[in-house]
């Protein structure tokens, strides 16, 4: 038997159960209204956080640092629960999603497709975020006293930009793929466990059945594993966001909210543009309608932007595609896994904007060869990063630090990241939900979709009776 049929007969038999039945408590949280509770508590936070910051001046600044702490603890626990978990869950769900597809070569058009639509409406995102921040030049708005406030530049050299070499890329292409998948996983390289989790996941399918089967059983139970412990986490989001906040309220003052007003308008007009240029997307080249593509995604962008973490919301994301969308299954617990973990648009158009800022607040002209590096990075972090919350901030210092601006005037914009990495990640999302439906209709299939829901549900019945995940009947 050739290699492509016994890869044909695996995929024929193998039916892991679909992440989405993970997504009851989910839809209970936004039932629940857990983004309103969200935003009421980082409202609340601002407040207390000037209350108890140097501004008032009702504490001590020795008092209210400790104060503000202990209040910012929730949200650190929020934060480290849902990293501990983004890896295993990333891990697990791409490799079941590859042994969801209907067949190899199906598999294989997927994979250059979807690969090459992720990094070319990553680099959209990130020119449109040069775009508007060039427009609106919000650096000009920034009260300069905030940089002598807020950065110590006694001991914050500017930094330059590093140099490149066309010889070292080779070096830079061989390091996507892990000597060391478990220190890949530890360091959190999120494009190398990808593209480990892809390598598992064909070998896998590609073996017999009777020896793939444990190994999916084992996946589907980590995942379970991995979304009880996200749902406890997504209990503590309001007082995670009340928390952090107050922190970063009684840190920096509110006469800093007030100075970067106008690069939160920037980057959420951004977000906005980029939101429509999805909306307008589905419209020409699907049959949704504007209207009724916002409705039905309406309760998984919600809940992506209460919890800062595509990933923590796939579950939903998956069923949305399926049973709103009418996205084949087949495609959706694919691309949905992989988009959460490399398809962040949101973070890219983010990250070009706060560079340009922060380049327009140093009074540094990085030129077009600047923005074509800006672009370049934006795509490259927006693949690698966690699909975890306040990841965005973190990598934005490799940007600055490559266009030779001083990493420390990430200090002037930590205290607004909160809402900013709320908005983005709800657009991340949006831009997973569009890729599944465009996909469904530029992939051809040999099942419609009725077939494909039909069989599902023939699966679940079998999983009822059997009590197994992963089946194996024709």
Not at 108 to 115: D, I, N, P, S, W
Not at 388 to 396: N, S
Request: charged share 10%; aromatic share 6%.
């Amino acid at each position: 038997m050739s290699n492509n049929t016994l890869l044909k007969s695996t995929l024929s038999t193998l039916y892991p159960r679909s992440l989405k039945h993970l997504s009851g408590t989910l839809s209970r949280f936004v039932e629940k209204r857990l983004w309103l509770k969200v935003l009421i508590a980082m409202f609340a936070g601002m407040l207390v956080g000037i209350l108890i910051g140097p501004s008032v001046g009702w504490v001590k600044p020795a008092t209210g640092a400790v104060i503000g702490s202990w209040m910012a603890f929730p949200g650190q626990l929020f934060i480290a629960a849902i990293q501990m978990m983004v890896i295993p869950l990333v891990f697990a769900s791409i490799i079941r999603g590859l042994a969801a597809s209907e067949s190899i070569e199906q598999l294989r058009r997927l994979g250059f497709v979807v690969a090459g639509y992720f990094v070319f409406t990553t680099a959209i995102a990130a020119i449109i975020g040069l775009w508007v921040a060039s427009i609106i030049d919000p650096g000009q708005y920034l009260n300069p006293e905030l940089l002598t406030t807020q950065i110590n530049f006694s001991t914050t050299p500017t930094e330059t930009a590093p140099t490149y070499s066309f010889s070292g890329f080779p070096e830079k292409l061989l390091h996507i793929l892990p000597s060391n998948p478990l220190d890949a996983m530890v360091k959190g390289e999120m494009l190398q466990v990808v593209l480990f989790a892809i390598i598992v996941g064909v070998a896998l399918i590609s073996m017999p059945t009777a020896q793939s089967k444990p190994m999916l059983d084992l996946l589907g139970s980590l995942q379970q594993v991995c979304m009880t412990v996200v749902h406890w986490a997504m209990r503590l989001a309001p007082l995670a966001v009340f928390g952090l906040m107050a922190r970063l309220t009684s840190q920096t003052g509110a006469e800093a909210l007030v100075g970067v007003a106008v690069y939160v308008a920037t980057v959420l007009l951004g977000l906005a543009l980029l939101f429509i240029l999805y909306i307008a997307t589905v419209s020409l080249l699907t049959t949704e309608t504007p209207t009724g593509f916002i409705k039905a995604i309406r309760e998984v962008i919600l809940l992506a932007f209460s919890t800062s973490s595509s990933a923590a919301v796939m579950p939903l994301s998956i069923k949305t595609a399926e049973e709103k969308l009418l996205v084949r299954p087949s495609i959706s617990q694919f691309v949905i896994p992989l988009g959460a973990t490399i398809n962040m648009n949101g973070t890219a158009l983010y990250q070009a904007i706060a560079a340009v800022f922060l380049a327009q607040v140093f009074n540094i002209d990085i030129g077009l060869g600047g923005m074509v590096l800006v672009v370049v990075m934006a795509v490259g972090a927006s693949i690698g990063s966690p699909a975890t919350p306040g990841v965005g901030i973190v990598i934005l210092s490799l940007t600055l630090s490559t266009i030779g601006v001083p990493p420390a005037g990430i200090a002037l914009i930590m205290g607004v990241d909160r809402i900013l990495d709320m908005s983005r990640t709800a657009i991340n999302v949006t831009g997973d939900l569009v890729a599944a439906k465009l996909m469904d209709k530029w992939i051809g299939s040999e099942k419609s979709l009725e077939a494909e829901l039909a069989e599902e549900q023939q699966h679940d019945l079998i999983r009822t009776k059997t009590g197994e995940d992963v089946i194996t009947s024709p």
